[in-house]
């Protein structure tokens, strides 16, 4: 499998984000990786990186931030080699922001970590 680049991960998680324009949360409303509303699939951005077992893994625990959860095996050998600080900023636009503020919030994003915006 190839591993994901920065780039191509920054590129993948903001399509994903922009794409469905919705947050994932639990009924509790809490953050998670992957989620179903109205029966429709709901990722993260950093959930758009990951397989179904993998963010199913990830969303176990009382800390499922993903400085936390690239502790586990299986996710470093996913994640573990991207730009940590990257994939922080991706979440927390995902986490803390209202759907209409992230593509400004991307859009900083790729400028702030040298990335090109494609889409």
Request: hydrophobic share 45%.
């Amino acid at each position: 499998m190839n591993k994901l680049t920065n780039q191509s991960a920054f590129t993948k998680a903001a399509e994903g984000l922009l794409d469905q324009m919705a947050q994932s949360r639990a009924w509790s409303g809490v953050c998670k990786y992957r989620t179903f509303k109205d029966g429709k699939l709901l990722c993260c951005g950093v959930g758009f990186l990951v397989s179904d077992e993998l963010a199913s893994l990830m969303d176990i625990g009382d800390d499922s931030s993903v400085t936390y959860v690239v502790k586990l095996e299986e996710v470093y050998e996913v994640l573990g080699h991207l730009n940590m600080e990257l994939l922080v900023a991706i979440q927390a636009i995902h986490d803390k922001l209202s759907p209409e503020a992230w593509e400004e919030s991307l859009k900083r994003v790729a400028e702030d970590f040298n990335l090109i915006w494609e889409l």
